[in-house]
């Protein structure tokens, strides 16, 4: 019994020691085994490891840097009485005679703000800030206030260039890159909301490249939550730098005020648009003369389209630009001068942005075939709101 006890133990050791050896050398000898899988995840460092950037307590030196170069604007305009219904009536003209013509004029005030981009004085807010308007006052930072005029303005982009002369330089604001701007970097708006005088508020970049809100012709606003309400039309957003981002413009709102969605047009484009209008009095883009519509799924399928890429044409203006090119109705245009047309908007602004006099590449799609066009753009006419 003691024998056979001793080879059963033996047996047992020699068999767990060759499993030891096999397992740890040749594992794959004993086949797969249902081993749990790896979960990849991204852990924070550990706090301490490293220095932390902290982010600041203040944003007072952005703001006293750019407060200097934000102004209010005053604008009133004369409104024209309607005629007496009854003033060509020779009875009621024999009792008040020339008083029913005599009508008291009255003028509407409004207000907005401004930002000053040149030391020279030149102003650069809203076209619906100074829209309609035949005075214009600017008040400065310090309180002064100056006559202005209307170097240009684009009701497109919705913006407008004054100039005052102050006698003396003016404190300019410094532009800033919005290619460098991301959702969720702190900016300040800065203006005249309500006329309660030169106001700060802070929020975050919500979104960028806003468009299809059908505020105006050409679209790519900021979206912020800092509050802007109506008066900070035409005023500075600011980034944490005091660098200016974009110029306030609208917002979304059901009751007037401020309800956390405001959007700027990015300094990018409102520097194209003033150097043009400092330059010439005016912008100057291209144009073809189509309408176009999107290309819905259905739209696609009912065409017999091949996809829903690009934009259609539905319309083209005799005698225009496309017309003489050979650019027909049910055309579906896929790029422009090698920009790619994703809708109506993109073609808009790809058009928009070339030359007029030049001649650039137009590709389409007539039917199933593919088609290559060259076409002489034009000048787009002044508030068309043609494509």
Same mark, same amino acid.
């Given at each position: 019994m003691?024998?056979?006890?001793?080879?059963?133990?033996?047996?047992?050791?020699?068999?767990?020691?060759?499993l030891?050896?096999?397992?740890?050398?040749?594992?794959?000898?004993?086949?797969e085994?249902?081993?749990?899988?790896?979960?990849t995840?991204?852990?924070? /460092?550990?706090?301490?490891?490293?220095?932390?950037?902290?982010?600041?307590?203040?944003?007072?030196?952005a703001?006293?840097?750019?407060?200097?170069?934000?102004?209010? /604007? %005053?604008?009133s305009?004369?409104?024209?009485?309607?005629?007496h219904?009854f003033?060509?009536?020779?009875? %009621?003209?024999? %009792?008040?005679? @020339?008083r029913?013509?005599n009508q008291?004029?009255q003028?509407?005030?409004?207000?907005? *703000?401004?930002?000053?981009v *040149?030391? &020279?004085?030149?102003?650069l807010?809203?076209?619906?800030?100074?829209?309609?308007?035949?005075? /214009?006052?600017?008040a400065?930072?310090n309180?002064?206030?100056?006559?202005? #005029?209307?170097?240009?303005? $684009?009701? &497109?982009?919705?913006l407008?260039?004054l100039?005052?002369?102050?006698?003396?330089?003016?404190?300019?604001i410094? %532009?800033?890159?919005? $290619?460098?701007?991301?959702?969720?970097?702190?900016?300040?708006?800065?203006g005249?909301?309500?006329?309660?005088?030169q106001?700060v508020t802070?929020?975050?970049?919500?979104?960028?490249?806003r468009s299809?809100?059908?505020?105006?012709t050409?679209? $790519?606003?900021? !979206?912020?939550?800092?509050?802007?309400?109506?008066?900070?039309?035409?005023?500075a957003?600011? $980034?944490?730098s005091g660098?200016?981002v974009?110029?306030n413009?609208?917002?979304y709102s059901r009751? =007037?005020?401020?309800?956390?969605?405001g959007f700027?047009i990015?300094?990018s484009?409102?520097?194209?648009?003033m150097? !043009?209008?400092? !330059?010439?009095?005016?912008?100057?883009r291209?144009?073809?003369?189509?309408?176009?519509?999107?290309?819905? =799924? &259905?739209?696609?399928?009912?065409?017999?389209?091949?996809s829903?890429?690009?934009?259609?044409? *539905?319309?083209?203006?005799?005698?225009s630009?496309?017309?003489?090119?050979?650019?027909?109705p049910?055309?579906?245009?896929?790029?422009?001068?090698?920009?790619k047309?994703?809708?109506?908007?993109?073609?808009?602004?790809?058009?928009?942005?070339?030359?007029?006099?030049?001649?650039?590449?137009?590709?389409? #799609?007539?039917?199933?075939?593919?088609?290559?066009?060259k076409?002489e753009?034009?000048?787009?006419?002044a508030l068309?709101r =043609? @494509?």
């Amino acid at each position: 019994m003691h024998r056979l006890w001793m080879i059963f133990a033996q047996t047992v050791t020699i068999s767990v020691a060759i499993l030891f050896v096999v397992t740890t050398l040749r594992p794959d000898w004993l086949g797969e085994r249902n081993t749990p899988p790896a979960v990849t995840i991204q852990e924070a /460092i550990a706090p301490g490891s490293v220095p932390a950037a902290r982010a600041p307590s203040s944003y007072a030196d952005a703001a006293r840097l750019a407060l200097p170069s934000v102004v209010h /604007i %005053f604008t009133s305009k004369e409104i024209k009485s309607q005629r007496h219904p009854f003033a060509d009536d020779p009875l %009621f003209r024999h %009792f008040f005679g @020339d008083r029913l013509d005599n009508q008291p004029q009255q003028r509407a005030s409004g207000l907005g *703000s401004g930002v000053i981009v *040149s030391p &020279e004085g030149y102003v650069l807010t809203n076209n619906h800030v100074i829209e309609g308007a035949d005075d /214009i006052e600017v008040a400065l930072n310090n309180g002064r206030k100056l006559p202005a #005029r209307i170097v240009g303005r $684009d009701p &497109e982009s919705d913006l407008a260039v004054l100039q005052i002369k102050s006698g003396g330089k003016l404190p300019a604001i410094t %532009f800033g890159h919005t $290619d460098q701007l991301h959702v969720g970097d702190v900016v300040l708006a800065i203006g005249n909301p309500f006329g309660v005088g030169q106001t700060v508020t802070m929020g975050i970049v919500s979104a960028l490249g806003r468009s299809h809100l059908g505020i105006n012709t050409f679209e $790519d606003f900021i !979206q912020t939550d800092a509050a802007i309400n109506p008066g900070n039309s035409g005023g500075a957003l600011i $980034d944490a730098s005091g660098n200016l981002v974009g110029i306030n413009s609208a917002i979304y709102s059901r009751t =007037g005020g401020s309800l956390g969605i405001g959007f700027a047009i990015p300094v990018s484009l409102a520097r194209n648009v003033m150097e !043009q209008i400092i !330059q010439t009095g005016s912008v100057t883009r291209g144009w073809i003369g189509v309408e176009v519509q999107a290309i819905t =799924g &259905e739209l696609a399928e009912s065409f017999g389209l091949p996809s829903s890429d690009g934009t259609l044409i *539905s319309g083209v203006m005799r005698g225009s630009p496309a017309d003489r090119a050979g650019i027909q109705p049910g055309d579906v245009l896929l790029t422009v001068d090698g920009r790619k047309v994703n809708d109506p908007q993109s073609m808009l602004e790809a058009i928009a942005a070339l030359r007029p006099g030049q001649k650039a590449d137009f590709e389409l #799609r007539r039917g199933k075939a593919g088609i290559n066009l060259k076409v002489e753009i034009a000048r787009r006419p002044a508030l068309s709101r =043609g @494509d």
